[in-house]
């Protein structure tokens, strides 16, 4: 676990960040979320089948993109209480 804390205190992660400037990442985040939706959705359909076959559920891509999506969006929601915490913690 050690490691994890030294990643955690590392100064790079010690800064402060605005709720405009969280929710700014979580919009770039989910951009790239979207083009990777748009790249898969692009696949013919079988081929998606397939490829969501391949994985379990939790690890296919189409979950993947999807659930990134939803959680920028639910992250960008309760972005105020996020940066709250964020400073009273850490």
């Known amino acids: 676990m050690k490691h994890i804390k030294d990643?955690?205190?590392n100064e790079r992660y010690m800064?402060?960040?605005t709720v405009e400037e969280f929710k700014n990442k979580?919009?770039?985040?989910?951009?790239?979320?979207?083009n990777i939706e748009e790249i898969y959705?692009?696949?013919?359909?079988?081929?998606q089948n397939i490829?969501?076959?391949?994985?379990?559920?939790?690890?296919c891509i189409n979950h993947c993109y999807s659930a990134g999506?939803?959680?920028c969006e639910?992250?960008?929601?309760?972005?105020d209480k996020l940066i709250r915490k964020f400073e009273n913690e850490y």
Do not use: V
Request: aromatic share 12%; proline share 2%; charged share 20%.
């Open 69 to 71: 999506i939803t959680a």
């Open 51 to 59: 490829t969501n076959d391949f994985h379990n559920y939790e690890g």
């Open 7 to 9: 990643f955690i205190m």
């Open 15 to 17: 800064g402060s960040i």
């Open 41 to 47: 959705l692009s696949f013919p359909d079988g081929l």
């Open 26 to 34: 979580l919009t770039q985040i989910k951009s790239l979320f979207e």
């Open 74 to 79: 639910e992250l960008t929601d309760e972005a």
